[in-house]
């Protein structure tokens, strides 16, 4: 199975920071890589697809780059509803390994 | 509007079997691939199955043999048929529209293993 890490695992910032959350997975995946949004009690909501296209309805500070083996997930003047946790997910290979998750949490 | 609605968790003893059943409006089940993904308490998404518009299904290793995805056309209702459960597989467990892309997701249903 393909491995997928996060880092940082948590981080701390204020609204209107700007938030870089990294994944590297074990081996290249493409363009293969899917980021999630999770609040607490909640399902996991999809932000982005295919390592950089916004999934429709999600705002646009959010933005994800990368290729091969290393993405980015990056918000861009963080507000209040974006504290949350964080997955990365490839889709390059069965089985659709996550990533451990990043927790941002309010300074 | 697309919603997904789990039902069937509760605590059951080790060893035990269990149905989720996962009701579905807005969407076809048996046109889309649709999975399971779990979340143990505190802890990370974990994809445990997804069945595809062709029948053919594919499980985590963890639960190979154990559990398995099916889908009522009629009833428009995904199901993950869980037996021989282990205080491991205790977790949320969420049914999602989409193979490793899961663009729609239910609310999560709770099971519990434990004696």
């Known amino acids: 199975d393909i491995q997928m890490t996060q880092s940082p695992s948590s981080l701390s910032a204020s609204v209107g920071d700007r938030v870089t959350i990294t994944c590297r997975a074990s081996?290249?995946?493409?363009?293969?890589l899917n980021w999630y949004q999770q609040r607490p009690g909640k399902a996991p909501k999809l932000l982005i697809h295919?390592?950089?296209n916004l999934q429709s309805g999600v705002p646009s500070r959010f933005s994800g780059s990368g290729s091969g083996t290393d993405f980015t997930l990056t918000i861009s003047g963080l507000e209040p509803e974006d504290f949350a946790t964080y997955y990365c997910?490839?889709?390059?290979?069965?089985?659709?390994?996550f990533g451990q998750g990043a927790k941002v949490e309010i300074k | 509007e697309v919603q997904l609605v789990e039902s069937g968790g509760g605590l059951i003893q080790p060893g035990g079997s269990l149905r989720l059943s996962c009701a579905a409006s807005?969407?076809?089940?048996?046109?889309?691939?649709m999975s399971w993904v779990r979340q143990a308490p505190g802890k990370g998404l974990e994809w445990v199955s997804v069945?595809?518009?062709?029948?053919?299904?594919y499980y985590a290793d963890s639960v190979k043999g154990r559990f398995t995805i099916s889908r009522d056309h009629s009833r428009n209702t995904l199901y993950l048929q869980m037996n021989s459960l282990r205080g491991e597989d205790t977790a949320v467990y969420y049914c999602?529209?989409?193979?490793?892309?899961?663009?729609?997701w239910g609310q999560g249903t709770l099971v519990t293993v434990s004696s």
């Open positions: 295919s390592a950089s």
């Open positions: 999602a529209r989409g193979s490793w892309t899961c663009d729609f």
């Open positions: 069945i595809y518009s062709g029948d053919s299904t």
């Open positions: 997910q490839q889709s390059y290979s069965t089985p659709g390994t």
């Open positions: 807005g969407l076809t089940v048996s046109s889309n691939y």
């Open positions: 081996q290249s995946i493409s363009i293969y």
